[in-house]
C-alpha cells in the first residue's frame, strides 16, 4: 500500500496557541486527502475533505475557521487547528487516496494533540 | 445514508480460541466497497482487507477469513487460534461511491486475547 506520513507525532501546546499537522502523502499524487478525528475509545470520525486546489468540504458540525485545512500540492495537506482549548485533545489522522485510487484511502500514523 | 454497525463493543477471549467480529452495513450504492482495520494501541490503522460489492467471495488470509453476504449486509471478520498480538480495537467501514468516496466507520470493537 501507499505511505502516508504525519508530522508531528504528538505536540503539546498551550490553550490559545495554534497548532499545524502536515499529512505527506510519500508516494503517490493523492488528489483527495480526509481529516479524521479520534476521542479515546471512539471512532474515527470524518471532518473534512480536501481536494487539491481547491477549499475543503467540512463535515456538519466541524468549525471551518477552528480547523483550517490546506491542500496546496498532491502530496501534501495541512491542518491547523487555531486557538486551540483542551476540548481539542484528540487524536487527529489523515488519510490520502484519490486518482487511480480513488476508492482507497491509505492512513497516517496519527498525530496525538493535547492542549494544557 | 450510510451507516456501519458492530454491535460486540468489546470481546474477551483466551489465546487459541477462534472469534467473529460483526459487522452490519447500509446503503443504497449498489457500488461500495468494505474495509476491515485494525488499531493496535499504538494508534495507527492498519488495513486489513477492501471488498468490493460486486465480489462475494470469502477471503482467507492465514488466521483470518471474512464472510461478505450482501443477503444480510454483513461482512464477519474472523480469527482463527486467536493471538494476544491480535489484541486491538478493529473497524468495519463502508466507502460507497454516491457518498463520494468518503469513509464510514463502525464503532469498533476491542479485542481482548488473554493468555
Known amino acids: 500500500g501507499a505511505v502516508v506520513s504525519q508530522h508531528p507525532s504528538r505536540v503539546i501546546c498551550k490553550s490559545g496557541t495554534s497548532v499545524k499537522i502536515e499529512c505527506r502523502s510519500l508516494?503517490?499524487?493523492?488528489?483527495?486527502m480526509f481529516w479524521y478525528r479520534q476521542f479515546p475509545k471512539k471512532s474515527l470520525m470524518l471532518m473534512a475533505t480536501s481536494n487539491e486546489g481547491s477549499k475543503a468540504t467540512y463535515e456538519q458540525g466541524v468549525e471551518k475557521d477552528k480547523f483550517l485545512i490546506n491542500h496546496a500540492s498532491l502530496t501534501l495537506s495541512t491542518l491547523t487547528v487555531t486557538s486551540a482549548h483542551p476540548e481539542d485533545s484528540s487524536f487527529y489522522i489523515c488519510?490520502?487516496?484519490?486518482?487511480?485510487?480513488?476508492?482507497?484511502?491509505?492512513f497516517g500514523p496519527g498525530t496525538r494533540l493535547t492542549v494544557t | 445514508a450510510q451507516k456501519v454497525t458492530q454491535a460486540q463493543t468489546e470481546i474477551s477471549v483466551v489465546e487459541k480460541e477462534d472469534v467473529t467480529l460483526d459487522c452490519v452495513y447500509e446503503t443504497r450504492d449498489t457500488t461500495y466497497y468494505l474495509f476491515w482495520y485494525k488499531q493496535p494501541p499504538s494508534g495507527e490503522l492498519v488495513f486489513l482487507i477492501r471488498?468490493?460489492?460486486?465480489?462475494?467471495q470469502n477471503e482467507i488470509s492465514g488466521r483470518y477469513s471474512w464472510n461478505f453476504q450482501k443477503s444480510t449486509s454483513s461482512f464477519n471478520f474472523t480469527i482463527t487460534a486467536s493471538q494476544v498480538v491480535d489484541s486491538a480495537v478493529y473497524f468495519c467501514a463502508l466507502s460507497a461511491v454516491e457518498y463520494g468516496n468518503k469513509l464510514v466507520f463502525g464503532a469498533g470493537t476491542i479485542l481482548r486475547v488473554k493468555s
Open positions: 508516494d503517490f499524487q493523492a488528489t483527495t
Open positions: 488519510s490520502a487516496g484519490g486518482g487511480s485510487r480513488s476508492y482507497e484511502q491509505y
Open positions: 471488498r468490493n460489492s460486486f465480489d462475494e
